[in-house]
C-alpha cells in the first residue's frame, strides 16, 4: 500500500552536500514519524534522523552537527539535507515512514534506498 521512493543520492567529494528526498504514497494521515536509515558496507542498518508530525526531531549523534531533516506533509514528502560529508557517510539511505491507513491500521514502510558515496 505505502510506497516510498528516495532521490538525490550520489558521489561527492569529502566536504560537500547532498540533499535526499523521499516522496511517499499510498496513504492519506501525516506519519506520525518520517525518517532516514542508512546501511554502509559490512554495517548494519542504523538511524541518521527522524522527524515527528509535530515537529520533534532526533540525530544520530556521528550528523547531528551535519545534517537537516524536513518534511513537507502536503506533498509527502521527507528530506535528508547532508552538509560537510565525511567518507564515512558512504552507505545506502533508506527512508522510513510509520502511520496509520484511514482504516486505522498501522504501516511501517521503506523506500528501496539511494546510494550516497563520499570520496576523500
Known amino acids: 500500500q505505502v510506497q516510498l521512493v528516495e532521490s538525490g543520492g550520489g558521489l561527492v567529494q569529502a566536504g560537500g552536500s547532498l540533499r535526499l528526498s523521499c516522496a511517499g504514497s499510498?496513504?492519506?494521515?501525516?506519519?506520525?514519524?518520517m525518517g532516514w536509515y542508512r546501511q554502509a558496507p559490512g554495517k548494519q542498518r542504523e538511524l541518521v534522523a527522524t522527524?515527528?508530525?509535530?515537529?520533534?526531531?532526533n540525530f544520530a549523534d556521528s550528523v547531528k552537527d551535519r545534517f537537516t531533516i524536513s518534511r513537507d506533509d502536503a506533498k509527502k514528502t521527507v528530506y535528508l539535507q547532508m552538509n560537510s560529508l565525511e567518507p564515512e557517510d558512504t552507505a545506502v539511505y533508506f527512508c522510513n515512514a510509520n502511520g496509520k491507513y484511514l482504516s486505522g491500521r498501522n504501516f511501517d514502510a521503506w523506500g528501496q534506498g539511494t546510494q550516497v558515496t563520499v570520496t576523500s
Open positions: 499510498g496513504y492519506i494521515f501525516s506519519p506520525y514519524i
Open positions: 522527524m515527528t508530525s509535530g515537529g520533534s526531531t
